[in-house]
């Protein structure tokens, strides 16, 4: 089992609709929860970063963190073309290594 | 936010020869990263170049194939050695500011192997 899985997709929805990205983890020792955009092109662009469990809000994008299920998700409202790109969960342990544990990242294309 | 240039932005390489890709930051920075993603796969970690003393390699890369040097808080430079198709990828550099703090990266260097 990987320790983390992402569904690719690719994924196509209209403008204005609600997206659901999701990741689950299988190490119970990660704490710090990270998405990220990237275009095509160009590197991972931080979205969202949060700690434990719980919600965060920024904008148009909600994170949210279910340690004991080990399931994140990222949701953007009222998506825009401009949102079209993939997404990237990543995650990590608190303290000793800095490393990153990312998904394989799920192609979003907002259709206008 | 800071400004993460990476240099050369893409090349394409002969068989056995070797690339040296730059991060340049444009202010200090505690940590260095340098990750590999390849096509349908995710981004993995190489090392952390650390300033000042040798980089730490996790699992399954090593110094002769992936050396690194970190010279300030601000520069860093990966070498990918002995170059084989199987090195195409891209190459990503990414800094933070702190112990928990969130990584930023650049834009990346695409290597392509002939």
């Known amino acids: 089992q990987k320790e983390v899985e992402q569904d690719p997709g690719p994924l196509s929805v209209p403008e204005g609709a609600i997206v659901s990205l999701n990741c689950t983890y299988s190490?119970?020792?990660?704490?710090?929860f990270m998405w990220y955009r990237q275009y095509s092109r160009k590197g991972p662009e931080l979205l969202m970063y949060?700690?434990?469990?719980g919600n965060k809000e920024d904008g148009r994008f909600t994170a949210q963190v279910d340690k004991s299920s080990k399931y994140i998700s990222l949701f953007i409202r009222d998506s825009q073309p401009s949102d079209s790109a993939t997404y990237l969960c990543?995650?990590?342990?608190?303290?000793?290594?800095?490393?990153?544990?990312f998904g394989k990242g799920t192609k979003l294309t907002v259709n206008p | 936010s800071a400004v993460i240039s990476q240099k050369p932005s893409r090349d394409i390489c002969q068989r056995g020869t070797s690339l040296t890709i730059q991060c340049q930051v444009d202010?200090?920075?505690?940590?260095m990263f340098w990750y590999r993603q390849q096509p349908g796969q995710s981004l993995t970690l190489i090392a952390t170049?650390?300033?000042?003393?040798?980089?730490?390699?996790e699992s399954g890369f090593v110094i002769d194939k992936f050396p690194i040097s970190r010279p300030n808080l601000t520069f860093s430079t990966l070498t990918v050695s002995n170059l084989s198709p199987e090195d195409s990828s891209i190459y990503l550099c990414?800094?933070?500011?702190?112990?928990?703090?969130?990584?930023?990266f650049g834009d990346g260097t695409r290597l392509s192997i002939l």
């Open positions: 990414s800094v933070a500011w702190g112990g928990n703090q969130p990584q930023h």
């Open positions: 190490n119970s020792a990660f704490q710090y």
């Open positions: 949060t700690y434990s469990s």
């Open positions: 990543a995650m990590r342990s608190e303290g000793g290594s800095e490393k990153l544990v």
């Open positions: 202010s200090q920075v505690t940590m």
């Open positions: 170049a650390n300033q000042g003393s040798e980089a730490t390699y």
